[in-house]
Structure formats: structure tokens, C-alpha cells
């Protein structure tokens, strides 16, 4: 990091807003291995009614209405709400604190997935269990996160604009605090895969070499028993 350069530390809320403009334009490793792999474990079926917890810019929005899925974003950020809305203006969105109660009726949804915000969430249990029971029975919940090792070794979300290093911190939550939290909140036939950084990454994203090799993304799944 250059010494002259500044380095800021916003609210999540607040530094999502300021980065909603930029975000998908921002080369992001851990994003680009997100989408390799996450909606293909989701698998959004036609008709299915899917909550997009932490839909951010909507790229995921996008790839369940293609898949013809019935999409709903909810969100903490209301720059990155806006940035969903301009790309879908049909879908609806929320603007919702995932550390809160969910503000949706029980067994609404067929599928609902949480991408790339473990690492912000305080209350892990609060979230599982409002999720669980907006879930029908049988549905399924696909959770993706930053991959724990990573954050315990200090690296964060974090972006720069006009000279300035926004960091937006995380939470150092290990792979068993989020599977307790899950098996507590009554999921059944969880699975849980480790996506590691590979030359592919490196290619797509050159500075993302240190990654090769290295865990960078956790994808658990599950289901709410019947």
C-alpha cells in the first residue's frame, strides 16, 4: 500500500453504498469464484420462489430470473438496492438488516440464497433461523461465504476509489460457528464444499495468483426438514 494513501473504515451499510457504483466493474476474486460455482449448487428451477438474502447488484437476481425462477432481493445497502433496481426493475427488493428478523411470512420460499455476507453477519443464529423458517418444508438454503481461513489471517472486503482504501472489515467466524449455527436452526442433509483458487482465477483475475491453491470460498447447503 502506498504510504500516501488513505485508508478508511466505513460501516458495512456505508461502505456498500459507496462501493455499489463500482462493484461489478471491480476485478473480485472471491466473487468470480461465487459465480463460477454457487448457482450451479443452487440449481433455481422454473417456477421456484427464491430469496436472494444479500443481493447486492442483482447479478444473482439476474441468473434466477433467466433460469425462470421468481426472484426477491433484500439487501442492507440501499446504493447497491438501486444499482439491482436499474438492471430489474420487475423484481422485488427489500431493504432489510440480515442481523434482524426477516421480514417475510414462514414457509414462503422454495430456495433462498445468502451470498458473500457471512463474514458481516453478528448474529449468525438470528439469520439461520429467520431463513429456516421462511423456507417451505423441503426447501432448500445455499449459503456461500468468504472462506473462514482467509479472514482469520486478516484479509477483508475492500475497495479503493479517489486515492482512498475503504476496508469493510470481517467478522472471524470459523467453518464449525457456521455449521452450530445452521444444525441448530433445523437443517437437514447439510453439505458443505471448499472452493480453492486455481489457475483459471488467476488467468480471469492476474494479481488473484495468490490464491491459487489456497481456500477461498465455502458453499454449505441444506434443507428444511419436512
Known amino acids: 500500500m502506498s504510504a500516501n494513501k488513505k485508508v478508511e473504515r466505513p460501516g458495512v451499510r456505508e461502505g456498500y453504498d459507496l462501493w455499489a457504483t463500482t462493484y461489478d466493474s471491480t476485478p473480485n476474486p472471491l466473487v468470480a469464484l461465487d ?7 443452487l440449481s433455481p428451477g422454473r417456477g421456484e420462489t427464491i430469496l436472494d438474502a444479500a443481493c447486492g447488484t442483482g447479478q444473482n437476481l439476474k441468473a434466477i430470473s433467466l433460469a425462470r425462477g421468481k426472484p426477491l432481493g433484500v439487501d442492507l445497502s440501499r446504493g447497491m438496492l438501486q444499482a439491482a433496481r436499474a438492471k430489474l426493475p420487475g423484481v422485488p427488493l427489500v431493504q432489510a438488516d440480515l442481523d434482524r428478523e426477516l421480514p417475510f411470512r414462514r414457509d414462503a420460499f422454495d430456495a433462498i ?22 423456507l417451505k418444508p423441503g426447501g432448500r438454503l ?21 486515492g482512498v482504501e475503504y476496508r469493510l472489515g470481517a467478522q472471524r467466524h ?16 447439510v453439505n458443505t464444499q471448499e472452493f480453492r483458487g486455481d489457475e483459471a482465477l ?4 492476474p494479481w488473484a495468483v495468490k490464491y491459487v491453491g489456497r481456500p477461498l470460498l465455502l458453499v ?3 434443507r428444511r426438514k419436512g
Request: aromatic fraction near 10%; hydrophobic fraction near 50%.
Open 220 to 222: 454449505i447447503e441444506g
Open 113 to 134: 440464497l445468502c451470498a458473500l455476507v457471512g463474514e458481516h453477519l453478528t448474529r449468525l443464529q438470528v439469520f439461520f433461523r429467520g431463513a429456516v423458517a421462511a
Open 202 to 205: 488467476a488467468r480471469e483475475i
Open 35 to 41: 459465480r463460477r460455482y454457487t448457482m450451479d449448487v
Open 174 to 189: 470459523s467453518v464449525s460457528d457456521y455449521l452450530s449455527a445452521i444444525a441448530e436452526c433445523g437443517l437437514d442433509a
Open 142 to 162: 445455499v449459503f456461500s461465504v468468504f472462506h473462514p481461513e482467509l479472514a482469520a489471517a486478516g484479509i477483508e472486503s475492500n475497495f479503493e476509489r479517489a
